[in-house]
C-alpha cells in the first residue's frame, strides 16, 4: 500500500548548518508516525550520528557533496520499524572517527546497522527497534494532506 | 524541573546554528552553565569555549545545567569528555544537572554515566 506516511525523503548539502534542519524534518516524519517518544530520540540520534559521519568525512579535501537519507516504514502484523538509508558519494572512514562514539551510538539506538562501500560512496543502513502498531488501523496512519 | 521536550516539535528557525549559554554566579566559588539548544557538530565548539572559559576563572565548582538541551550528538559527548579532563586537571568539581532523556540517553549508549557527576537538579549539584 503507498501511503506518503511511510516515506521520507531528503537530500541535502554536506555542510554542518543542514543537520540541525535535517533532524527537524526526521522528527515530524516520526510524530506524524505516532512514534513513542523514546524510539523517536534514539532514531534521531543515530541517523544524525550517520549524516554527521558523512557530513564530516565524506567530502574532505573535496567537492562538497550531497546526503540523502530516505527511510522507510515497515509494517508487520504485529509491530513496525523504519528503515533509513543514509547514503553520500564521498569516502567515508568510520576510523577517522575523534571519539568511536558515533559506531556505539548508531547500534545501541538501532537494531540493524550495517555499512556498504564501493566505488561511488557509502550508504549506511539503519533498522530501527520494533515500535507497538498505532491505535488506530494502518490505512488511519496516513496524514491527509 | 519541567523541561519537557515531549510534545514540542524541533523548530527550525534562524537560531539553530547556536546555542544558548547563561553563565550565573552561585557564590562560594560555584559556577553555573545553563546550555539550551541543540549541541551537534556544528554548536559543540560553542559549548567548549564556554565550559573552559568557565573552568579559567578558577572555581570550585562548576554545573553544566543540560535540560533545556534538544540534542546531544557524539561531537557534544567528545565536548563534555574533554570538559571533564580540564577540569580535573585544574581541580574544578564539574557536575552536570540533568532528568531528560535526550541527553541522558547519549551519554548512557555511549557509557559515559560514571565518568561524570550527574544530578537531577541543579540545586542539587550545587549543594
Not at chain 1, 516524519?29 to 530520540?41: D, M, Y
Not at chain 1, 559521519?53 to 530516505?70: I, L, T
Request: proline residues 6%; negative net charge.
Amino acid at each position: 500500500m503507498a501511503d506518503d506516511a511511510g516515506y521520507y525523503s531528503i537530500r541535502f548539502g554536506a555542510d554542518p548548518v543542514q543537520l540541525a534542519f535535517f533532524r527537524a524534518g526526521l522528527d515530524r516524519w516520526l510524530q506524524g508516525l505516532s512514534w513513542p517518544e523514546e524510539a523517536r530520540v534514539d532514531a534521531i540520534l543515530a541517523v544524525s550520528e550517520a549524516c554527521t559521519n558523512a557530513v564530516k568525512h565524506a567530502y574532505v579535501g573535496g567537492v562538497p557533496g550531497d546526503v540523502e537519507v530516505v527511510g522507510r516504514l515497515v509494517a508487520g502484523p504485529s509491530s513496525r520499524q523504519i528503515v533509513v538509508t543514509v547514503r553520500d558519494e564521498g569516502v567515508w572512514r568510520p576510523d577517522q572517527g575523534a571519539t568511536g562514539y558515533g559506531m556505539s551510538v548508531m547500534n545501541g539506538c538501532m537494531d540493524r546497522v550495517s555499512i556498504r562501500r564501493d566505488d561511488a560512496g557509502t550508504t549506511v543502513t539503519l533498522r530501527s527497534v520494533p515500535v507497538p502498531l498505532p491505535h488506530s488501523s494502518p490505512e488511519g496512519m496516513a496524514a491527509v494532506e | 524541573m519541567q523541561h519537557t521536550h515531549d510534545t514540542t516539535p524541533v523548530q527550525p528557525s534562524e537560531s539553530d546554528d547556536q546555542i544558548t549559554v547563561v553563565t550565573r554566579d552561585a557564590g562560594a566559588g560555584r559556577v553555573v552553565l545553563e546550555i539550551g539548544g541543540e549541541v551537534d557538530m556544528l554548536t559543540s565548539p560553542q559549548l567548549r569555549t564556554a565550559a573552559l572559559a568557565a573552568l579559567a576563572d578558577d572555581p570550585r565548582v562548576v554545573v553544566l545545567a543540560l535540560d533545556s538541551v534538544s540534542f546531544l550528538g557524539t561531537s557534544g559527548l567528545a565536548v563534555l569528555i574533554e570538559v571533564r579532563e580540564a577540569a580535573q586537571q585544574a581541580g574544578v568539581d564539574l557536575r552536570l544537572a540533568c532528568t531528560g532523556r535526550r541527553v541522558l540517553r547519549p551519554l548512557s549508549i555511549a557509557g559515559l554515566i560514571p565518568m561524570f557527576d550527574v544530578r537531577d537538579t541543579v540545586e542539587d549539584a550545587l549543594a
